[in-house]
């Protein structure tokens, strides 16, 4: 329940931001976006389950924003691996909330550099994925080619638990960093 508190507080925060930014700039509205991303983490830390586990994540997000900030609903699917090739294997589909922060306006042709994060949780949908509390916090750079799409470059740490394991340790816990690409509409 902390969690999901914990998530509403900061959904509540982001669009507040965003507000703010809209109303110091009446003049701009906000924008429909999407972004399609892929991630490849590697893990950091030995969880519960005795082992360091790599992942791979297919996210979508979709949204309103202004020219620098914006807020949206994300859909993810990610699989956990072990690092060895011994262990077992975890598969989630996370809802996300999320909110990005770009250096210079959206519409720029230049270089431009960006901020984003996201907190959700994983229900249990289907049978074999597992259910748990996720966030995760990126930084990267969006280039802009020259018929105007956006693909961007992303370092990222992300953080997932999962629930409903009878393990000694309690829920495993993992923390992992990589990198990700993706296009932003």
């Not at 909110?99 to 270089?111: N, R, S, Y």
């Not at 994983?122 to 509390?133: E, L, Q, T």
């Amino acid at each position: 329940m902390k969690q999901f508190l914990a998530a509403f507080a900061f959904l509540f925060l982001c669009f507040f931001v965003a507000k703010a930014q809209h109303q110091a700039s009446s003049n701009k509205k906000f924008n429909l976006f999407s972004q399609a991303n892929v991630n490849y983490v590697f893990g950091i830390n030995e969880s519960s389950l005795d082992q360091k586990t790599n992942s791979l994540h297919v996210k979508l997000v979709i949204g309103v924003a202004n020219p620098k900030t914006g807020f949206g609903i994300g859909l993810e699917n990610a699989t956990f691996r072990p690092a060895g090739s011994a262990g077992s294997r975890f598969e989630t589909l996370n809802f996300t909330g999320n909110v990005h922060f770009l250096a210079k306006p959206i519409t720029t042709d230049e270089l431009n550099y960006f901020a984003k994060g996201a907190v959700g949780y994983a229900p249990r949908i289907f049978r074999g994925y597992s259910k748990g509390f996720n966030y995760e916090v990126a930084t990267g750079i969006m280039l802009t080619t020259k018929r105007k799409s956006k693909y961007f470059l992303q370092a990222l740490y992300q953080y997932q638990e999962f629930d409903g394991f009878l393990v000694s340790g309690g829920k495993p816990k993992l923390k992992s960093v990589g990198f990700g690409v993706g296009t932003w509409f």
